[in-house]
Structure formats: structure tokens, C-alpha cells
């Protein structure tokens, strides 16, 4: 019987006897690849398990090789990654040497090389662990199959890794980003270098990247480094059955560890690793698609909530909804807008639409990230829209991300303004609902100002098109009595 391994403390040699593995080897001859070849079957029921792999590899391997086989009746989808010796056991991520999900069937490393989404470095010898994770699996089940190469030679030159620039300039000003966006080394469909080319075209200022389950990509980006173009490390944090979560603003070499449920209780851990690095934690699309994916993990333990993914629609709208019922409970989490972009021009998530722009201190990760901690950001359709949003009480101002300090009864007014829209609605929101509308200019240029009777707790704009999609949306301007950051 096949059984979970999330929670065991079985070795290696047990698994080996409950997935009822063969080994068949060929015979060893000195630089003659050995093939090992390991297979079963997962039941129905293995639905969202994890199944570990043994793999021995001896000394004086120069390079690795897995393919993976099985049947793809029914829609089969069985993710595949590998640990080398250092560790594999979840909440430990040392032996970390690559993750491809369900974009690929076969895979190399060595010294110097790795398929993307791969690790490259040294082959040490030890026991490796495949790991296969079946996320859509057939009534009847699943046979599966694993032909592992193992190549003798000599060690050719180590992997240096390139990881990107962190500062690109200190001038202050609101930069332009795609927070969520995949390449070759997770399921995109795009080179890092075609990645980046089409950023600057987009009038993109930074990149924040994030693949599936592994930061093989944020150990090269400074390869293809790009003039005025930040490209941030992230990861998209990826389980299907229950959500994705995009860790923003990492370290080149942290890996955030994905293999938990929500019984565990631990997922406070990993969000808490990503702050401790200075980045964020956002919720992912949480309503895309109804039956999978759909975010179970508890929403206090996260910084802000992808509310614009893609192309306008329905899901949006039901985030957006979301992140206003919590903004309504005194819980000031950051709205982020990003593609998700997979593949390139004229699909329905295009590099840079929509974007997040973000006031910072400056064009580097540090500056970026502490923007998006302040909540100093709002979200755009696409490179021409730029706006301001202001609130004033008495001689106090304050902007998009901060909190006006306004003593009870004072009145406070609101300005707008807004270019790269020439139809539509602006709307001026607060806990109540609606405060006010206007319609945007059709000159391309919308400036209003908006006395307010009443006091909210906090201010946004949303401008929709006239057949109501999003155009823009703020994040809130907050108002209290005391000074102070929102919600405390
Ligand atoms: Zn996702
Ligand atoms: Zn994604």
C-alpha cells in the first residue's frame, strides 16, 4: 500500500519496500552510465501525497539523469522534483536540488549544468530522494515509472551563481513592477533572457520573479541583467490542493519549503521565514479555479492578497470583494496586481498587465520591498495609467499607504488625478461603500477634488471602464485620530 510521506520517519529502505520498488541495474563498467529503473502504482487515493524516491548514488558520478514515465489517461499529473544526501525531509530544504512540477518528464544535473528549474553543483554520492507528487490522478490509478542514469566521470568546472543586482539606482519615485511571472524554470514559456528583454519593452522599472517550488531561476538572473531593469527573487509557493502563495523580496539561495497542509499549523513558519529576510507574503489568486487552488491557509498569516491577476474577471472581483470585507475588519492587508504571465505576447496574461506601482525610496529590492511594506502602492491596467490620490484634515495631508491624522469632527477632502484613462468611472470608497464618483475625462486627464461630510476609516479609488473592468485601483489611505500605521 502506498502511504503518505509528509509525516513519517521512515528511512529510505522502508519506502523502498512499501512502494514495492525494483531496481534494476546494469552491470558497472568503469565511465559506462549506470540505469536504475524504479516504478509502481499510486491508487486514487494518492491524490496530493508525497512519495519519496531512493536513489543510491555511488562516488565518481559526474551527472544524474531522470525521466519520468506514466500514463496520462484521465488527466494524470504527477510534479517530480529531487533532494541529493544533504536532506529531503520536509521543513528542511538543504538538500534541495531542483523542482519541475508537472512541466516536465525528464531531467539532468551536473557540476556545472542543470535543466531549468534544476540546481546545478556537485553529484554527491549518498542516497537521493525523487520526489513525486501526483496532483490529478485517474479513478483507476497511476503506474509510474523512473529511469535514472547515473554518468561516472570527472567533476568538470563548478556552477557560479549570478544572482541579479540589488540596487539599480537610489532616486525616489514610483516604480513600475510585475510581481508574478514564470520562465522556462518552472511551467513559463519564455528564456530569462526573453523574459527580461520584453520587461524593458513593457516600460516594467523592476521584475519580481517567481516560479513554482524552486529558485533555480534567482540563481542566475544577473546573467542577463538588463540596464534600469531590478529583478527581485521570489517564489511562488505552490501547492494545488491547497493554494498558492508568492514569497517576494528572498534571498538568492532560500527556498521556501511548500510541502505542508493546513492541519499542520505550519504555515505561520514559512511566512514568518520570508519577513525574517525582509520580503512579504501574498496570497495568490485565491479564487482561481473553484475546485483546486482554492487558498486554505489561514489569511492572518499573510501581508497582502493578489487581488488582480490577469486579465480582469469574475475571480478578481471576487478577491477584490475579499480584501474589502478584511480592509472593513480593521485588517490592512497590501493589494497587489500582476500577470502570471506563462507564455509570451497575446496570451491572456501579458508581461506587465497588470502591474503593481509602487512608491520607493529608490530602484532597489530593499527600496521596493519596503514600499509594498508600507502599502505605498496601486494597481494599473498597463503602462499608461498613472495616477495621485490625496487626503487632506485641516493643515494635514497624507497619501496612498500612509494614515491622515484627523481630529474627531474635522472635515476632509479627497484629490484625484488620473492620466492614460479617456472613459470611464472613478469611484471613491470606504467602509460604508461608495463616497463618490466621477467620470474620467475623456481629454485623457481626470482631476477631482471630493469634500467629504462624513469620516471614513479609510479611502480607495477604483476606476473601472465603462463596461466596468478594472483600469486602477489604490490601496487605501487610512484615517485615525492618533498618528500611527493602519489597523493597530
Ligand atoms: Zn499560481
Ligand atoms: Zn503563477
Known amino acids: 500500500m502506498l502511504r503518505c510521506a509528509l509525516h513519517d520517519g521512515l528511512p529510505a529502505a522502508t519506502w523502498a519496500l512499501l512502494l514495492?520498488?525494483?531496481?534494476?541495474?546494469?552491470?558497472?563498467?568503469?565511465?559506462t552510465p549506470t540505469e536504475l529503473v524504479r516504478q509502481g502504482h499510486m491508487p486514487a487515493d494518492s491524490l496530493f501525497r508525497l512519495f519519496y524516491v531512493p536513489i543510491e548514488v555511488p562516488a565518481g558520478t559526474a551527472e544524474i539523469r531522470v525521466r519520468e514515465d506514466y500514463g496520462h489517461d484521465g488527466?494524470?499529473?504527477?510534479?517530480?522534483?529531487?533532494?541529493?544526501?544533504?536532506?529531503?525531509?520536509?521543513?528542511?530544504?538543504?538538500?534541495?536540488?531542483?523542482?519541475?512540477?508537472?512541466?516536465?518528464?525528464?531531467?539532468?544535473?551536473?557540476?556545472?549544468?542543470?535543466?531549468?528549474?534544476?540546481?546545478?553543483?556537485?553529484?554527491r554520492?549518498?542516497?537521493?530522494?525523487?520526489?513525486?507528487?501526483?496532483?490529478?490522478?485517474?479513478?483507476?490509478?497511476?503506474?509510474?515509472?523512473?529511469?535514472?542514469?547515473?554518468?561516472?566521470?570527472?567533476?568538470?568546472?563548478?556552477?557560479?551563481?549570478?544572482?541579479?543586482?540589488?540596487?539599480?539606482?537610489?532616486?525616489?519615485?514610483?516604480?513600475?513592477?510585475?510581481?508574478?511571472?514564470?520562465?522556462?524554470?518552472?511551467?513559463?514559456?519564455?528564456?530569462?533572457?526573453?523574459?527580461?528583454?520584453?520587461?524593458v519593452a513593457q516600460g516594467l522599472d523592476f521584475i519580481i520573479s517567481t516560479e513554482h517550488n524552486t529558485n533555480s531561476a534567482n540563481l542566475s538572473w544577473g546573467r542577463y541583467a538588463r540596464p534600469n531593469l531590478l529583478v527581485i527573487n521570489g517564489e511562488e509557493v505552490t501547492t494545488t490542493a491547497f493554494g498558492h502563495w508568492n514569497a517576494l523580496g528572498l534571498e538568492p539561495t532560500t527556498?521556501?519549503?511548500?510541502?505542508?497542509?493546513?492541519?499542520?499549523?505550519?504555515?505561520?513558519?514559512?511566512?514568518?521565514?520570508?519577513?525574517?529576510?525582509?520580503?512579504?507574503?501574498?496570497?495568490?489568486?485565491?479564487?482561481?479555479?473553484?475546485?483546486?487552488?482554492?487558498?486554505?491557509?489561514?489569511?492572518?498569516?499573510?501581508?497582502?492578497?493578489?487581488?488582480?491577476?490577469?486579465?480582469?474577471?469574475?475571480?478578481?472581483?471576487?478577491?477584490?470583494?475579499?480584501w474589502d470585507a478584511l480592509l472593513r475588519q480593521g485588517r490592512p492587508l497590501l493589494a497587489v496586481a500582476a500577470s502570471d504571465t506563462h507564455t509570451a505576447a497575446l496570451s491572456p496574461n501579458q508581461l506587465g498587465r497588470p502591474r503593481t506601482v509602487v512608491q520607493a525610496t529608490g530602484l532597489s529590492?530593499?527600496?521596493?520591498?519596503?514600499?509594498?511594506?508600507?502599502?505605498r502602492a496601486y494597481l494599473a491596467a498597463d503602462r499608461a495609467l498613472r495616477l495621485t490620490l490625496t487626503a487632506w484634515a485641516g493643515g494635514a495631508s497624507a497619501g496612498i499607504g500612509d494614515t491622515l491624522v484627523a481630529a474627531a469632527g474635522q472635515r476632509l477632502e479627497v484629490a484625484f488625478e488620473l492620466r492614460g484613462a479617456s472613459a470611464g468611472t472613478v469611484t471613491l470608497l470606504g467602509e460604508s461603500g461608495v463616497l463618490a464618483t466621477s467620470p474620467v475625462a475623456a481629454t485623457g486627464s481626470t482631476a477631482v477634488r471630493w469634500p467629504l461630510a462624513g469620516r471614513p476609516r479609510y479611502l480607495r479609488v477604483e476606476v473601472r471602464n465603462p463596461t466596468g473592468a478594472m483600469l486602477a485601483l489604490t490601496n487605501p489611505i487610512w484615517v485615525s485620530s492618533r498618528p500611527g500605521r493602519a489597523g493597530k
Not at 514495492?20 to 565511465?31: I, M
Not at 515509472?145 to 540596487?167: D, E, S
Not at 505561520?268 to 486554505?296: E, K, M, S
Open 365 to 375: 529590492r530593499a527600496g521596493i520591498m519596503q514600499g509594498l511594506r508600507a502599502r
Open 255 to 322: 527556498l521556501i519549503d511548500w510541502r505542508y497542509v493546513p492541519a499542520d499549523s505550519s504555515i505561520a513558519r514559512y511566512t514568518a521565514q520570508v519577513r525574517a529576510l525582509g520580503g512579504l507574503a501574498i496570497i495568490n489568486h485565491p479564487f482561481f479555479p473553484d475546485t483546486v487552488n482554492r487558498f486554505r491557509f489561514g489569511v492572518r498569516h499573510f501581508d497582502g492578497i493578489e487581488v488582480w491577476n490577469g486579465r480582469w474577471d469574475a475571480r478578481n472581483e471576487r478577491a477584490l470583494a475579499w
Open 20 to 31: 514495492g520498488l525494483c531496481c534494476l541495474a546494469g552491470p558497472v563498467a568503469a565511465q
Open 75 to 123: 488527466g494524470n499529473v504527477l510534479n517530480m522534483g529531487i533532494y541529493d544526501p544533504a536532506g529531503y525531509r520536509p521543513g528542511t530544504t538543504a538538500g534541495f536540488r531542483g523542482w519541475s512540477g508537472g512541466a516536465k518528464t525528464a531531467f539532468f544535473i551536473n557540476a556545472q549544468a542543470a535543466s531549468t528549474g534544476y540546481v546545478p553543483g556537485p553529484v
Open 125 to 199: 554520492p549518498g542516497t537521493w530522494h525523487v520526489l513525486l507528487y501526483p496532483s490529478t490522478i485517474a479513478p483507476a490509478g497511476l503506474d509510474w515509472k523512473l529511469t535514472v542514469t547515473l554518468v561516472p566521470g570527472p567533476v568538470g568546472p563548478l556552477f557560479v551563481p549570478a544572482p541579479a543586482a540589488t540596487v539599480i539606482n537610489t532616486r525616489p519615485g514610483w516604480y513600475q513592477g510585475d510581481l508574478h511571472l514564470h520562465t522556462l524554470h518552472s511551467d513559463g514559456r519564455r528564456t530569462p533572457a526573453e523574459l527580461v528583454d520584453e520587461a
